[in-house]
């Protein structure tokens, strides 16, 4: 018996999961029973693989390396994994998913956290994230922010674009007057929000509405609101962005690690690999499920295999004491953004 | 066939005895009559308290956020010295106050049309149409206003002729969507205590010259603000404690609920020592409330 969870923000679609079905072929095949959980936040999946019931874990990288920290999860043998080999290399060995150079788990998805507007209320069309930041005044009280602790790294790219002297060389390895800095600009930011989001649904509402004219989205977000025929526009700013890397991950107290090796070896089969990444709106990591899509387009409109795309995406990362750019033990962690955050929304 | 027979006599002895036994030790009976009630107040609801208390004085790795059980008390500190927190706590009282008032204004004459004026058929109707709303989800009733308050939603729609727009989303919606969600606790009690009003009062002020606002001052009002007080009890401390509504309708605004929910996951113990905020605000106001006797006539 195995039980999984995959975390929510990058599934939203997933309480009809059922019509979409990878899951019942995967136990006929293999003998093996799966239960899952759906987890809403990265931070309620934290602690939920903390009761280690779970033998398998879907998770983002603003998570993984807590994850990691706590021995909650195990390395990953990837040679027990043949599907692992046609994984794009672009998601391997990255800070996000391995540890001095061992594997925590198989990529499975990706997604950037783009920049939306209202073509009809935001002109002209932005293409930096200065429209949400140093001029978000122009559009006070419908400017929206994704609502975590990790949303800091995307004022931290900005200042990174746009402030050199603060010498911030990764969003994610921020010291103490680095944050200060970060923190400062989302306080002004603050002044021009109308609401952050965690709820996808509510953000696409906010956006056909109009209560939200302008910010942070997710592809499947401006997919959906285009389908509804909202007037919105969703784009890669030329500072880049930050974005998500999901991993799935073997628990180290897993009863069945056989199953959860099986698992992953299914869930990024090039079939199974598209139907996820359809159903969950995110990019695919095998480079062979892009001919197994229904939308022939799909990986197209997100950028499956579009290296130019992801290189200037910086993938969420679990701020560490150690700085994740190598400079020593100065860099302030996750607990210090959760707090900063708080303050941020005051 | 024999036991069958045999069986009902045997269970009637012992029933009689036992109710023997009860008739005679009236502190038994007390105490077995009790027994259930305080076992599930003292263990289930006081004891989740005390384990809450408890935790609060804990911590979490920095690194691994497992908690960490060492005696301390760096999450009490936290919150009473970081700024933040003490905005948050003034503004989930100044909102919960606001509730409170516009729950007792509103309610107040409606209540009184229902109690005093109303025929006996209309009064019924008024009590169902008031207590309908409660059936109600209240995901459903605060999702319907977040609709109402979006641009160009019913209220900007309605107001457009007089000038009126939608406050947004924000901390004036929050009040709106909270009073709204908590009025039928605030008609009932007050509607309960005007109906007890000994109209005999009413006359003899009328007698003894007194005009119609003069009774509602000196005659109406001293007799039913317990039942006020009483009906700004469940306004005030629902207020407190909400998280959701301010979710769906408070934009940008945090308050207690909010904060706790953001910390329950990745630091328990400082969401343990949150959370007695709000219970201390509540056994503060109830204390103050005791003394105006509003909680004889819950």
């Keep these: 018996m195995e039980r999984l969870v995959p975390v929510a923000p990058q599934n939203p679609t997933a309480k009809d999961r059922a019509r979409v079905d990878w899951v019942h072929p995967f136990e006929q095949q293999t003998g093996c029973k799966v239960n899952t959980k759906i987890a809403g936040t990265s931070d309620e999946m934290v602690s939920l693989m903390k009761t280690g019931q779970y033998d398998a874990v879907s998770a983002s990288g603003d998570a993984t390396l807590r994850l990691i920290a706590a021995g909650d999860v195990a390395p990953v043998n990837t040679g027990l994994v043949p599907n692992y080999a046609d994984i794009y290399p672009g998601l391997k060995n990255q800070p996000w998913n391995s540890v001095d150079g061992r594997m925590y788990g198989i990529p499975h998805g990706r997604g950037a956290n783009l920049l939306m507007y209202r073509t009809d209320k935001v002109s002209p069309a932005p293409d930096s994230w200065s429209v949400v930041f140093d001029g978000a005044s122009a559009y006070s009280g419908h400017v929206t922010a994704y609502d975590s602790p990790i949303y800091i790294a995307d004022a931290a790219l900005y200042l990174m674009k746009t402030r050199p002297e603060l010498g911030i060389k990764n969003p994610y390895a921020l010291d103490d007057a680095q944050l200060k800095a970060a923190v400062d600009l989302l306080k002004t930011q603050h002044q021009a929000i109308g609401e952050y989001w965690s709820d996808y649904q509510k953000s696409e509402n906010s956006f056909k509405t109009g209560d939200t004219v302008v910010g942070t989205t997710w592809q499947v977000i401006a997919n959906m609101a285009q389908t509804d025929q909202a007037p919105v526009q969703a784009v890669l700013p030329k500072e880049g962005a930050t974005g998500w890397s999901d991993t799935w991950m073997v628990s180290s107290k897993a009863a069945h690690p056989d199953c959860a090796y099986q698992w992953m070896n299914w869930i990024v089969s090039p079939k199974v690999n598209a139907q996820v990444a359809q159903w969950f709106g995110e990019a695919p990591s095998n480079a062979k499920a892009c001919d197994q899509t229904t939308d022939k387009n799909f990986c197209t409109t997100f950028h499956a295999a579009d290296d130019a795309y992801w290189k200037n995406v910086y993938y969420w990362t679990t701020p560490i004491k150690n700085c994740l750019d190598g400079r020593g033990a100065t860099c302030t962690d996750y607990a210090a953004w959760t707090a900063a955050w708080t303050e941020i929304k005051g | ?298």
């Design chain 2, 1 to 298: 066939m024999a036991t069958d027979v045999a069986a009902p006599p045997v269970r009637r002895g012992v029933v009689r005895r036992a109710a023997a036994v009860l008739h005679r030790h009236a502190g038994l009976r007390l105490t077995l009559l009790l027994a259930a009630p305080m076992a599930w107040l003292v263990l289930a609801y006081l004891g989740s308290l005390a384990v809450l208390f408890l935790s609060a004085f804990w911590t979490v790795d920095d690194f691994t956020y497992n908690i960490v059980r060492v005696w301390n008390t760096a999450n009490f500190s936290t919150v009473f010295t970081e700024p933040v927190y003490r905005t948050i706590a003034l503004r989930t009282l100044g909102i919960a106050a606001a509730v409170t008032v516009v729950d007792a204004v509103v309610a107040f004459p409606m209540a009184f049309y229902m109690a005093r004026i109303a025929r006996p058929r209309t009064r019924k109707l008024l009590v169902v149409a008031v207590l309908t709303p409660l059936w109600a989800s209240y995901l459903v009733k605060a999702y319907a206003w977040r609709v109402i308050l979006s641009q160009g939603g019913v209220l900007d729609w309605l107001g457009k002729p007089v000038g009126i727009s939608s406050p947004g989303y924000g901390t004036a919606a929050v009040v709106i969507v909270l009073a709204y969600l908590w009025l039928p606790y605030m008609i009932l009690p007050i509607y309960a205590g005007l109906e007890n009003l000994p109209a005999n009062l009413l006359d003899a002020s009328a007698d003894l010259g007194a005009g119609a606002g003069r009774t509602f001052r000196s005659v109406v009002l001293p007799l039913v603000l317990p039942s006020v007080f009483a009906g700004s009890v469940f306004t005030f401390s629902l207020s407190l404690g909400d998280y959701i509504a301010v979710q769906i309708v408070g934009g940008k605004t945090q308050m207690l609920g909010t904060a706790i929910a953001d910390n329950v996951t990745l630091d328990l113990p400082l969401a343990a020592a949150l959370s007695c905020v709000p219970v201390a605000m509540i056994i503060g106001y109830l204390l103050a409330v005791r003394r105006t006797g509003a909680l004889d006539s819950l």
